[in-house]
């Protein structure tokens, strides 16, 4: 008798065990450096807000594994002619209360981006369109201002919400409780702490890998690479270069690498401070020793640029001279801007490499300037790179990319007059790329870019440093392959059989 009872404790604590591992395979944790700045697809488009509420709603359009554009809420497009493209809408899209997906909501999409009065960091990637009319109900034309090249690539970002539900609760409430079609729908928002989704059944794709994700806010690295190795977390965002062994040598866990269209850059401001002098500007550029960073502090994740540009992105060219590493010129620069000691505010924030940062603060200092890092979090540091030049900053390092492959998406927001990026103003510059995103010959477009890059050279208002390599740590049984467009899309994540 005891001995039955005994077997059958011993059974059903394998029972319980067996159900405890099943329920924790149907949450899959991932630690991000920052929480998210905000769940309004049409605001923020930092790198930890994007892949949380990538999750939650579907894009227009969107890219395979191989880079190139494919349907996803749109099955198909035409241009009518260079200004006019028409597309097809899904019909069996539901979002997730359950109301239709139509062309109207997509129209809605677009008409939110574009409005001024929205004040979306994204307007000057979109700012080309015109209109979006619903022509009928699973069919949407867009007008463009001009032939705009770059149109397809920027609606691969553009999340379609519910116009229904966007008008009836209001954009600040849509922010705090925001509603998609996409795989996953929000569940809790802790702010600062961790932002739990939970599995659309309904998703119109099939049904989601994993019926719970959590995206927890973890600003130490140190902190995430532990939870990683302990099984806490199952993928881990922005792995320094340093802890790629450690990750890779633990049987438990292995590294997920990929070349981005992502550089890295430090953004220079032209319009405040003694940054506002091109000679300290210039100086700038001397003193800072890109190889060298990419050797010591990324370990061969990274390669040396000379323009805020790469290799899968249009528009890049390598003809454009680079600044050598010549500290003595530096100093010599600021010594003739009568800069030496000025004291320069440097932005950063925990999404980015502190190695990296406090790399080039040193560098600076030695040829005669006066740094002083200044770190906040993401939501913060955003606020002050977007704001007014005053209180932007001298400099800040930031690591940009559009996820469009396009030099359109990269050195138009970052330095056109008028960009909630742009601390500078160039009209010879601004003609160059205004002429580029309004001609469709690719090889007048190439030339006006070369030209736009050769501006950024002379006037330095932002350093590309280096084309850098997204790094996860990940579980050794997930079975994901990150992109160059550094999407994290859990439909594409599984557990291996």
């Known amino acids: 008798m005891k001995t039955g009872i005994k077997s059958a404790a011993v059974l059903l604590v394998a029972l319980m065990a067996s159900v405890a591992g099943v329920e924790a395979k149907d949450t899959l944790t991932i630690d991000l450096p920052n929480d998210a700045a905000t769940l309004d697809p049409h605001l923020q488009w930092n790198t930890d807000s994007y892949t949380i509420y990538r999750n939650i709603f579907d894009n227009l359009l969107t890219r395979d594994t191989s880079g190139e554009i494919v349907p996803q809420i749109a099955t198909a497009w035409n241009y009518e002619n260079d200004t006019t493209l028409v597309l ?16 109207d909501d997509v129209a809605f999409s677009i008409s939110r981006i574009i409005d001024p009065a929205l004040k979306s960091p994204q307007l000057s990637q979109f700012d080309q369109i015109a209109t979006a009319e619903v022509v009928d109900p699973t069919t949407v034309r867009i007008t463009t ?7 397809l690539a920027q609606l691969v970002k553009l999340s379609i919400v519910p116009k ?6 209001g954009d600040a409430e849509f922010n705090l409780k925001p509603m998609g ?6 569940a809790e928002w802790k702010k600062g702490i961790e932002t739990d989704l939970k599995a659309n059944d309904s998703y119109w794709r099939g049904q989601p890998p994993f019926e719970t994700v959590v995206f927890r806010a973890v600003p130490d690295v140190s902190t995430r ?32 690498s990929v070349p981005t269209e992502r550089i890295g850059y430090l953004y220079i401001n032209a319009e405040a401070g003694p940054t506002e002098d091109v000679r300290v500007r210039q100086a700038i550029a001397y003193a800072i020793d890109k190889q060298g960073l990419v050797d010591a502090l990324l370990e061969g994740y990274g390669a040396p640029v000379n323009v805020l540009g790469a290799t899968p992105i249009f528009g890049y060219t390598d003809a454009v001279e680079g600044y050598s590493y010549d500290p003595d010129k530096a100093s010599e620069l600021i010594k003739e801007a009568g800069a030496e000691g000025a004291k320069l505010e440097f932005l950063t924030s925990p999404s980015y490499p502190r190695a ?14 006066d740094v002083e890092i200044s770190s906040s979090d993401q939501a913060t540091f955003l606020k ?17 990319s559009c996820a469009c492959q396009d030099a359109d998406g990269i050195i138009f927001p970052l330095f056109r007059t008028g960009s909630i990026w742009a601390k500078y103003s160039n009209p010879q510059y601004d003609a160059l790329v205004d002429a580029a995103r309004s001609t469709l010959d690719e090889d007048e477009r190439k030339d006006l870019y070369k030209q736009a890059y050769e501006i950024l050279r002379e006037d330095v208002p932002g350093l590309g440093l280096f084309q850098t390599y997204a790094l996860y740590g990940a579980a050794k049984d997930l079975d994901w392959q990150p992109s160059p467009n550094e999407a994290m899309f859990v439909m594409d994540m599984s557990w291996q059989q």
């Not at 229904?164 to 609760?169: D, N, T």
């Not at 079609?181 to 929000?186: T, V, W």
């Not at 790179?385 to 390092?397: E, I, T």
Request: no cysteine.
């Open 225 to 256: 690479i532990a939870d990683l190795k302990t099984g806490k977390a199952d993928l881990v965002r922005d792995v320094p270069p340093d802890q790629a062994t450690s990750i890779e040598n633990d049987p438990n866990t292995k590294l997920l």
């Open 356 to 369: 990296v940062v406090e790399a080039i603060q040193q560098m600076l200092n030695d040829v005669g300037l």
């Open 164 to 169: 229904a539900y966007v008008e009836k609760v």
């Open 384 to 400: 002050r790179r977007q704001g007014d030049p005053a209180n932007a900053g001298s400099l800040a390092y930031g690591a940009w």
């Open 181 to 186: 079609s996409g795989p996953y729908e929000l």
């Open 88 to 103: 097809k809408i899904r019909d069996d899209v539901t979002f997730q209360d359950g109301s239709k997906l139509t062309a």
């Open 145 to 151: 201002k001009s032939a705009y090249p770059a149109l």
